[in-house]
């Protein structure tokens, strides 16, 4: 079953915050009100076990009005500022492996209401070459991370596993043959834009030759795993309403539960 984090979190910050705003509108003057009335009946001396008993709240209250503070901040990094990910697929190797726990700035394109995604301060649009984290088309609630490689208007095609950008084939340089004596991946250079990144293409697998063109509005994406991506080229494009934010940072690495996390590999996404 997916699970919308996001939703759920805007979901206890409301239900604390009412909490909170209901005990200090209505409990709190109470208890304000009994401790007055209890030091006036002892002439300002009143003993310690009797003024807790006083200002004693009900445990649902107290937990309420203890976690609002806390959700407030993560609902605000999170929505606004940084939100971190996990990189759950190798369909962006080898820019980002499996096990890679990212940073993405979520201001960079805009500031988004939680949850409804709503861009309600522009800023940036998404540049050729950004990796970017989306609500995958299908099924907004998983989130997918690939690269940019279609801007709205843009005519894309992909041919002999090459890039075509409104007809300029996008550069590849030859890094590696994987393993060398018999080879079965390829590792290259790719120049996108004005990026410069690494690609894997599969020898086994065969090229799709195809192509599109980008509707206004919307972006192309394609993972760096060229052969091993599902992405643009089998379902289409992402609207500019799905973007999460620009990936920019690998903080950590921890490839399994029973595995210890590294930090070997801090480096910004490029």
């Given at each position: 079953m997916d699970f919308d984090f996001a939703l759920v979190l805007v979901g206890l910050t409301l239900v604390a915050g009412l909490i909170w705003c209901y005990d200090r509108i209505?409990?709190?003057?109470?208890?304000?009100?009994?401790?007055?009335?209890?030091?006036?009946?002892?002439?300002?001396?009143?003993?310690e076990t009797a003024q807790q008993e006083i200002n004693r709240v009900p445990g649902w209250v107290d937990t309420g009005r203890s976690m609002f503070p806390v959700l407030l901040v993560v609902l605000v990094l999170r929505s606004f500022l940084v939100e971190p990910f996990q990189i759950?697929?190798?369909?962006?190797?080898?820019?980002?492996?499996?096990?890679?726990?990212?940073?993405?700035?979520?201001?960079?394109?805009?500031?988004?209401?939680?949850?409804?995604?709503?861009?309600?301060?522009?800023?940036?649009?998404?540049?050729?070459?950004?990796?970017?984290?989306?609500?995958?088309?299908?099924?907004?609630?998983?989130?997918?991370?690939?690269?940019?490689v279609g801007l709205p208007g843009d005519q894309i095609r992909y041919q002999d596993k090459v890039l075509y950008v409104n007809g300029v084939a996008q550069p590849q340089t030859l890094l590696a043959q994987l393993p060398p004596n018999r080879p079965e991946v390829l590792l290259a250079q790719e120049q996108l834009g004005g990026v410069?990144?690494?690609?894997?293409?599969?020898?086994?697998r065969p090229s799709m030759n195809m192509q599109w063109t980008v509707p206004q509005g919307h972006y192309f994406m394609v993972g760096d795993n060229r052969d091993n991506s599902n992405d643009s080229r089998y379902w289409g494009f992402v609207p500019d309403e799905l973007i999460v934010g620009k990936a920019f940072a690998v903080w950590m690495h921890w490839q399994s539960f029973f595995s210890l996390p590294s930090f070997s590999d801090v480096r910004v996404i490029e």
């Open positions: 209505a409990l709190k003057p109470r208890r304000d009100e009994r401790m007055a009335d209890a030091l006036a009946q002892t002439a300002g001396e009143l003993p759950p697929s190798g369909s962006m190797l080898p820019t980002l492996k499996i096990g890679d726990f990212i940073l993405v700035n979520k201001y960079h394109y805009g500031f988004r209401l939680p949850v409804l995604n709503t861009k309600v301060i522009p800023m940036n649009d998404p540049q050729r070459g950004d990796v970017i984290v989306f609500k995958y088309p299908k099924n907004p609630t998983v989130n997918y991370i690939k690269r940019v410069s990144h690494q690609i894997y293409r599969d020898l086994a």
